[in-house]
């Protein structure tokens, strides 16, 4: 499966290939309830699956792209990344938590950030087979299991619209917020998620047209760049919008590799105007 611009396809099959790689070594832990879990020093999970994952990601992009830096969760940040115009950007898994927690609900992140942005992504369930891929200019595929691909076209939001937040975007200190935003556009405020930014957020059966993601208060950090790279551009490609809440596109590979300034992740532009205006002229 390719999906779209030319100039990136070597870098999408790579990324594919890691993802896919990676996947069905997570799987096999998984399946075999086998991975010791540990407590990295800032109190989040990590399991043996994270580690073999990250490896056999960073394995296959050093073989392909020796010459790209790569930043992932799981390994001490390695600044040179910061000296070059291409970063490999990795969570071997998103989702840790849900792994443990054998829910399914996880992934495999492989994206290439260039000058910034992402450009060549594959998001990879290892339980359902789900893989998505989008490349820059070319649009967002989608693979079931073992079918071809097909392209990926986000479907408008029909009416009410429905808006929803995470635990790792707010909730549920930011009801409020998210009410009051609700009530200014004629919108349903849905339960907010376990889960956070994944690339299957706005797939059948959709359950939100927007993901909202801020918090009272000054601090609007949302979450890591490996959290985000893979579903930005996805999401962007399939005919979406994601930006923060004053509607900026996110930069990556930056020297402190974190999301700043909340998260708007709309299916479609309008749905994204809306809840930018309503944020922009909260009611007194």
């Given at each position: 499966m390719f999906s779209g611009n030319p100039r990136y396809r070597d870098e999408v099959d790579a990324a594919i290939a890691a993802a896919l790689k990676a996947g069905s070594i997570v799987r096999e832990f998984y399946d075999g309830e086998s991975?010791?879990?540990?407590?990295?020093?800032?109190?989040?999970?990590?399991?043996?699956?994270?580690?073999?994952?990250?490896?056999?990601?960073?394995?296959?992009l050093a073989e392909r792209f020796p010459e790209d830096a790569i930043l992932s969760e799981e390994v001490l940040d390695d600044k040179r990344r910061l000296c070059v115009s291409r970063c490999w950007v990795v969570d071997p898994i998103d989702g840790t938590e849900q792994f443990i927690q054998r829910t399914g609900e996880f992934d495999v992140l492989v994206a290439l950030v260039e000058n910034g942005r992402p450009v060549a992504v594959a998001g990879y369930q290892p339980t359902t087979q789900l893989l998505l891929t989008a490349t820059a200019?070319?649009?967002?595929?989608?693979?079931?299991?073992?079918?071809?691909?097909?392209?990926?076209?986000?479907?408008?939001?029909?009416?009410?619209?429905?808006?929803?937040?995470?635990?790792w975007f707010g909730a549920p200190s930011n009801a409020a917020i998210i009410t009051s935003i609700a009530n200014c556009i004629g919108?349903?405020?849905?339960?907010?998620?376990?889960?956070?930014f994944s690339p299957r957020m706005f797939l059948a059966p959709r359950t939100i047209d927007v993901m909202i993601g801020v918090r009272p208060g000054a601090d609007q950090a949302m979450a890591s760049?490996?959290?985000?790279?893979?579903?930005?551009?996805?999401v962007h490609e399939a005919?979406?919008?994601?930006?923060?809440?004053?509607?900026?596109?996110f930069r990556y590979n930056k020297p402190v590799p974190h999301?700043?300034?909340?998260?708007?992740a709309a299916a479609d532009p309008a749905s994204h105007a809306r809840v930018l205006d309503a944020l922009a002229d909260p009611p007194p």
């Open positions: 991975a010791a879990a540990y407590a990295k020093v800032d109190g989040s999970p990590v399991t043996d699956a994270d580690l073999a994952s990250d490896q056999a990601i960073r394995e296959i200019g070319g649009g967002a595929w989608v693979r079931d299991g073992q079918s071809a691909g097909r392209p990926l076209h986000l479907e408008s939001a029909g009416a009410p619209l429905r808006i929803g937040t995470s635990k919108a349903v405020f849905e339960e907010p998620a376990a889960t956070g760049e490996w959290d985000f790279a893979v579903t930005d551009l996805i005919g979406g919008v994601v930006t923060d809440l004053s509607g900026q596109q999301n700043l300034g909340g998260l708007i």
